[in-house]
């Protein structure tokens, strides 16, 4: 019976400069996918050290340069919302709709402990 596990892609006790929670030293190669860089692709997993694919939960090195390994993810290049546009005209504003300093101030009956 051959229950010997496979070494670690890199062995630890070398002076490769991998990350200390980087999947090369834990795992072989066939246990984990090498990406371009960190993503939201592939989150980081604060219980176990790992970064994760989303979908099937597979470790993640996130810097081929240090393991020597080409990429073979590419992460997504995530693009924000364009912020809304606040110098535009109250014409094409709906109406009933009113900019907060435009607002009405409140009068002496509305201050609290006035008559």
Do not use: K, N, Q
């Amino acid at each position: 019976m051959d229950d010997v596990a496979e070494a670690p892609f890199i062995d630890p006790e070398s002076d490769y400069p991998c990350c200390w929670f980087c999947p090369a030293l834990r795992l072989p190669r066939t246990g984990f996918l090498v990406a371009d860089r960190p993503s939201r692709d592939w989150p980081f997993d604060a219980a176990d050290g790992f970064r994760y694919t989303t979908d099937t939960r597979t470790p993640v090195c996130v810097h081929p340069g240090r393991v020597g390994l080409d990429p073979e993810r590419t992460a997504r290049t995530y693009v924000d919302p364009p912020l809304p546009d606040l110098d535009r005209d109250d014409a094409d504003a709906p109406r009933g709709v009113r900019r907060w300093w435009r607002l009405r101030r409140p009068g002496p009956r509305a201050v609290p402990g006035r008559r």
